[in-house]
Nanobody, 129 residues
Framework: QVQLAESGGGSAQSGGSLRLSCQAS????????LAWFRQYPGQEREGVAA???????KYADSVKGRFTISQDNAKMSSSLEINDLKPEDSATYFC???????????????????????WGQGTQVTVSS
């Protein structure tokens, strides 16, 4: 089965940067969408960035200009770079994956939770003011 594991979370100061990584294993499909979501305490999970096998990306409006997603299909991994950290970035970040046949809508990988079947356990990001 597909397994995902996030790493790179932790505490940082406002204005700094963090790089989150997601390592996948057990892929059974040849083409995947990879995405990152975040969840604030007591709130619903929301999509922030997604990338397809060709490197085409999609970002939530709230993170454009500060977040960068990348993928390496050969290594079965993805990264999320968060620049100019803000306290509002404090959340649990989850990576997600699914076959492009399942998760691609409108020519782009989806940022909607229901479109992904495979999830990591999450990594905590805490940003101080």
């Amino acid at each position: 089965q597909v397994q995902l594991a996030e790493s790179g979370g932790g505490s940082a100061q406002s204005g700094g940067s963090l790089r989150l990584s997601c390592q996948a294993s057990g892929y059974t499909y040849t083409s995947y969408c990879l995405a990152w979501f975040r969840q604030y305490p007591g709130q619903e999970r929301e999509g922030v960035a997604a990338v397809d096998p060709n490197g085409t990306t999609k970002y939530a409006d709230s993170v454009k200009g500060r977040f960068t997603i990348s993928q390496d299909n050969a290594k079965m991994s993805s990264s999320l770079e968060i620049n100019d950290l803000k306290p509002e970035d404090s959340a649990t970040y989850f990576c997600a994956a699914d076959a492009t046949a399942y998760a691609v809508y409108g020519g782009l990988c989806s940022l909607d939770v229901p479109d992904y079947r495979y999830w990591g356990q999450g990594t905590q990001v805490t940003v101080s003011s």
